[in-house]
């Protein structure tokens, strides 16, 4: 058998090796546009930065130590430009000697990865983009030069790591997104410690802005302002590469990639596809979705080399994990946001926490915000996010691996996991959420959101802060009446009667105490406000910008539950 891999890289490179351990008598050709085959393209953005200072540290593997230890007959600098498939065979273009060859196949593998997009706009040929060493190089060489001012176009990871790397390198950044926040992944709420980090560092943020054109040596933006950019990296997003599958016949997908089924066959069943170029499966919806990821090119890759040696394989669907490093900061997330899901029109139940990334009493412990989104009815996980300094990716990881369990989110709440203090605590954040989740799922617990204060206060609602009056002074909600919690039973007469009552804490736990209390001494239903003063306070530049209610939510007004 005849094996033919269009592009190298996570997807290809996986497929060709993995084939290669399964059958050794199988040839297998690997052609690669560019000038290199293996490389760490997530990498990229910390060579700039100087973390990573060894360019070759970026390169995995070349085409002759392929070929030494899996016989790969791998050819750089080799473009595929039109594949037939009534004769199986693909047209390769050699783009250093010019000439032009057919080479034949039994079994066909794309791998053509997803293309930066840039949009047309004067002086954009100027901009840079960020998706192979060859682009690397180009952005190094600009440094080199003396760059001293740089705009990054686009709040996505890509934007956000390229941003953070080019101020550790000394530049004056300049961070242009159009929508209203940061990394879209992330609700506004999770996203505004994000932003916050980026500004402490150093990091300009124009959001809401677009790019107009590109100067000499700036850029203009939609409204008329002029932002300095000796750089502009172009971090907008990508798009699926699909021009050979489209030219060749080969069907496409709802979502503009390369339809393929569950082996990774494309609609010729000669021709395989993987990585960004071709659709996956949501994990939530079953439906065709596209998610660039550099994991799910390695997972596919394998896949496909299994299928090709005949063994029975089926991909799953994807769920998109994803985290970044933002200077001190880590973000991550798994699944849906609050925002995909109101847009689906998808009941759900939100849960915000903040707890420490280890036991408070070890040293060194910092906050994690972590908010778990779950159906209201099955308790089935949706999604989940984490902002923190220290311990986010693990907590993103336990749930991504509880969601694709098929776990509920009160089943969280029962996982032993690994403690000790440098590490967790006896209850961790995780088994925390499964408990929040649980209390509300049962009806022990009611929770109002942060963007329903304001409403549920104007609509009559009586705001009670259960904090100590040192924290009540540092910065309180308007409107909200302190009592601490352990003063609620001797002033339980200045509780407002005949009023919906919410009740509220720093985080949520002391809030959860009170309402439980109050709702026992009052008779009437108390909500808590879900993650406390400190989701409330992350939000003054989200909360204009939120969409309306959770849903369904329990009411304030609904009748009292049994503890």
């Known amino acids: 058998m005849k094996v033919v891999i269009v592009g190298g890289v996570a997807g290809g490179m996986s497929a060709a090796t993995r084939l290669r351990r399964l059958k050794d008598d199988a040839e297998i050709v690997v052609l690669e546009r560019g000038a290199h085959v293996s490389y760490a393209n997530c990498g990229l953005p910390y060579y700039l930065g100087g973390v990573i200072e060894e360019r070759d540290r970026l390169l995995v593997q070349t085409p002759e130590a392929l070929r030494a230890r899996f016989e790969l007959d791998v050819r750089v600098r080799s473009e595929v430009v039109a594949i037939d498939r009534a004769a199986r ?5 050699d783009l250093d000697g010019g000439r032009e060859y057919d080479e034949t196949y039994d079994r066909l593998v794309l791998s053509p990865g997803a293309r930066p997009f840039v949009p047309e706009l004067p002086g954009v040929s100027r901009a840079r983009t960020l998706r192979d060493v060859t682009d690397v190089d180009r952005v190094a060489a600009d440094l080199d030069a003396g760059a001293r001012t740089a705009v990054v176009v686009g709040g996505g990871f890509i934007g956000v790591e390229a941003a953070e790397n080019l101020r ?3 530049l004056a950044v300049t961070l242009v997104e159009l929508a209203d926040q940061v990394l879209p992944p992330l609700d ?17 943020i124009e959001l809401g802005a677009e790019l107009a054109a590109v100067g000499t040596d700036d850029v203009t933006l939609a409204d008329g302002r002029t932002l300095p950019a000796d750089l502009v990296l172009m971090a907008i997003g990508v798009r699926p ?16 990639g390369i339809a393929v089924d569950d082996r990774q066959r494309t609609s010729d069943p000669y021709v395989y596809a993987v990585g960004d170029a071709a659709e996956k499966r949501d994990a939530l919806s079953g439906e065709p979705t596209l998610i660039p990821l550099a994991n799910l090119a390695n997972r596919h890759g394998r896949l496909v080399a299994d299928a090709l040696a005949g063994r029975p394989v089926r991909a799953r669907e994807a769920a998109g994990t994803a985290v970044v490093k933002v200077f001190g900061r880590t973000a991550a997330a798994t699944g849906w946001n609050e925002k995909r899901l109101r847009g689906a029109g998808r009941p759900y139940q939100a849960v915000h926490l903040h707890p420490g990334s280890h036991a408070s ?21 949706l999604g989940a996010q984490a902002v923190g300094a220290a311990g986010v990716d693990k907590r993103i990881d336990v749930i991504a691996t509880a969601m694709a369990g098929g776990l509920s989110a009160a089943d969280l709440a029962d996982l032993e996991l690994a403690y000790a203090p440098p590490y967790g605590s006896a ?29 549920l206060v104007a609509d009559g609602a009586a705001l009670i802060d259960v904090r100590g009056r040192d924290e009540h002074a540092r910065g309180a909600i308007p409107g909200a009446l302190n009592i601490p919690v352990d003063e609620l039973r001797a002033r339980i007469a200045e509780v407002p009667a005949g009023r919906p009552l919410v009740v509220h804490c720093q985080v949520g736990l002391r809030g959860h105490t009170a309402a439980r209390l109050l709702t026992q001494l009052t008779g009437r239903p108390v909500a808590n406000l879900d993650g406390g003063y400190a989701t409330w306070a992350a939000t003054a530049d989200a909360r204009p910008h939120a969409a309306g209610p959770v849903q369904p939510r329990t009411p304030v007004e609904a009748a009292p539950r049994a503890a």
């Open 241 to 256: 590469d699909t021009r050979l599958a489209s030219d060749a016949g080969l069907v496409l997908g709802v979502r503009g």
């Open 361 to 381: 009493y070890y040293p060194g412990a910092s906050p994690i915000a972590l908010k778990l989104l779950f159906d209201p009815t099955d308790l089935r996980i």
């Open 168 to 170: 550790e390198r000394g």
């Open 188 to 204: 506004p709420e999770m996203a505004a410690p994000v932003a916050d980090e980026l500004r402490a560092h150093g990091v300009r």
């Open 427 to 455: 209850k961790d954040p995780v088994n925390m959420a499964g408990t929040i989740a649980e209390n509300l799922a049962t009806g022990i617990s009611v929770s109002v959101q942060w963007h329903e204060v304001a409403g």
């Open 89 to 93: 065979t693909v047209r390769v273009r």
